[in-house]
């Protein structure tokens, strides 16, 4: 069935970068585009960022641009993002989230970055 | 950028019918989609394109989308269905993807 099953959590310094992982299976990789949104404690849900697998097209909300790298490597049809100069309010969980049509369907089991000095 | 607003709570007795709505600037004319996330799990799809069920989904999960909201409609509500949903677009400038503030249903 399909299935993105994401990295373990993550604790960093500010300052310092983490790389987040979302291994799919269940379908063909290279047919779909990905998303990221994180969910700081007690809050909603922010989107962050795109990627398209087929062509590595990439959009990302303006807050997080020239902070974000997102990847995808098709030989193991696994999605990164990259987020670099942490600070302590981008503690929150990160999900990976399928792209089908304009929803998101479906969605990794989230990956919590803990920044604290 | 495009704002989606959702009441903050909603209560509801079992058995009864909860109704959420999402608010944005000329929101009938794109697609709604609408996510629901219990405590410490990840968001499921429960309706897209403003009113389609993915496979599982029970039919008490319906939705609607004309002039200036969607609606989320949970019938016959459940203690299962306590959690909060949120409405979410496909947005043509600014950011691509908008979600709403989120609405956490409380069944009393």
């Known amino acids: 069935q399909v299935q993105l099953v994401q990295s373990g959590p993550e604790v960093r310094k500010p300052g310092a970068s983490v790389k987040v992982s979302c291994q799919t299976s269940?379908?063909?990789?290279?047919?779909?585009?990905f998303n990221w949104v994180r969910q700081a404690p007690g809050q909603g849900l922010q989107w962050m960022a795109w990627?398209?697998?087929?062509?590595?097209?990439?959009n990302s909300t303006q807050k997080f641009q020239g902070r974000i790298i997102l990847t995808t490597d098709p030989s193991t049809r696994t999605a990164y993002m990259e987020l670099r100069n942490l600070r302590s309010d981008d503690t929150a969980v990160y999900y990976c989230?399928?792209?089908?049509?304009?929803?998101?369907?479906?969605w990794g089991q989230g990956t919590l970055v803990t920044v604290s000095s | 950028s495009y704002v989606l607003t959702q009441p903050p709570s909603v209560s509801v007795a079992p058995g009864q019918t909860a109704r959420i709505s999402c608010g944005g600037n000329?929101?009938?004319?794109?697609?709604v989609h609408w996510y629901q996330q219990k405590t410490g799990q990840a968001p499921v799809l429960v309706v897209y394109?403003?009113?389609d069920r993915p496979p599982g989904i029970p039919e008490r999960f319906s939705g609607s989308n004309s002039g200036s909201a969607a609606t989320l409609t949970i019938s016959r509500v459940e203690a299962g269905d306590e959690a909060d949903y949120y409405c979410?677009?496909?947005?043509?400038?600014?950011?691509?993807?908008?979600f709403g503030t989120g609405t956490k249903v409380i069944v009393l």
């Open positions: 989230a399928r792209s089908r049509g304009d929803r998101l369907d479906p």
């Open positions: 269940g379908f063909t990789f290279t047919t779909f585009g």
């Open positions: 990627i398209s697998a087929n062509t590595g097209s990439t």
């Open positions: 000329k929101i009938a004319t794109t697609s």
């Open positions: 394109d403003d009113r």
């Open positions: 979410q677009v496909w947005a043509t400038s600014g950011d691509l993807c908008v």
